[in-house]
């Protein structure tokens, strides 16, 4: 069975599915047994619905994955629902963070929602969210914010500093989920990484030895589940990270084991490097993110251990989960 897609801002399908499979089971069973059916699926019909923006992002995905799976109703938030691969049971919306129609209509009937800040239509979908009732909001924000700051000290934390003030003061309920930018991966997408493995065994990139603590998109799913489903998160900044600081090098070689190649990482002068990088990177501050954390380690937080009950994902798992 494919993905149950659904008018945005309405969940007929799904609905039409569940009630269709309960009234099967009705059918087959004696009386006592068709109550305690409809119990548990009338239970299932009250939970709240969260919404998922950046659904086909590593995150989102794992974040409607992991919902589906505990049997909490979700909304997947995409451009393109009809292309999309995501778990049977979720709802499968079209929308936009450039269009705040669509967005107006997605947050209908969400109890929460997870927000990642890409594109312009953030504050647009906060102040949907408000209008529609919305209770909570997880939002995935940058441990670059400086709170204790007048003002901000890059355009990152800019950009999500003024996004978690614009939540503050919706009055929705709010957790703030602060990745480490050295646990961002974020020398694999400004360098594509993923690109580069698929041509050989070598990774060209600057500063080989500094240090990050790479995070499994599973973990980071699974602490937002855990904010937008549980009370006690409230009005919480959590700093995150993976679990173990490794350097770039360390990283690819990881990487290769876990896969059965031999890939070496080959630094290049970050003069050079800089001729390279992704066209929207902020190369400036990773820059001087990875000349800081050479020969030094990265943070590292027990975030995930510490809100989801579970010890992080390995190393190893993450480098499994890394395209090679």
């Not at 003030?165 to 989920?177: C, E, P, V």
Request: some cysteine.
């Amino acid at each position: 069975m494919g993905n149950t897609k659904a008018a945005p801002g309405r969940r007929t399908g799904l609905f039409a599915v569940l009630a269709a499979r309960v009234m099967n089971l009705l059918d087959a069973q004696p009386c006592d047994s068709r109550l305690s059916i409809f119990h548990h699926a009338t239970l299932f019909l009250e939970q709240p619905m969260i919404l998922v923006t950046a659904a086909t992002a590593p995150v989102g995905r794992s974040i409607v994955e992991r919902l589906v799976l505990i049997g909490v109703p979700v909304r997947a938030l995409t451009r393109h629902p009809q292309q999309v691969d995501l778990p049977a049971g979720a709802e499968v919306v079209a929308g936009d963070m450039n269009d705040p129609a669509s967005l107006a209509v997605a947050v209908k009937d969400v109890d929460g929602v997870f927000v990642l800040a890409m594109g312009p239509g953030v504050p647009e979908l906060i102040e949907a969210a408000k209008n529609a009732g919305v209770k909570r909001v997880v939002f995935q924000s940058t441990a670059e914010i400086d709170d204790n700051a007048e003002q901000q000290p890059n355009d990152i934390a800019v950009l999500h500093h003024g996004i978690e003030q614009a939540i503050i003061d919706s009055g929705m309920q709010w957790t703030f989920l602060r990745l480490d930018l050295n646990s961002a991966d974020a020398l694999h997408w400004a360098f594509d990484v993923p690109g580069q493995l698929a041509g050989g065994d070598v990774v060209r990139g600057p500063f080989a030895d500094a240090a990050g603590s790479p995070i499994h998109p599973a973990d980071l799913a699974a602490i937002a589940v855990v904010a937008l489903t549980q009370d006690g998160h409230s009005g919480q900044r959590y700093h995150v990270t993976g679990p173990q600081s490794l350097t770039h090098r360390e990283q690819i070689e990881l990487i290769g084991k876990t896969h059965g190649r031999e890939l070496r990482y080959k630094e290049i002068d970050p003069a050079a490097a800089r001729a390279e990088i992704a066209p929207h990177a902020p190369a400036d501050l990773l820059f001087a993110t990875w000349e800081a954390h050479v020969n030094k380690e990265a943070p590292v937080t027990d975030a995930i251990e510490r809100i989801t009950g579970r010890a992080p994902r390995s190393m190893r798992e993450w480098a499994e989960a890394h395209p090679a």
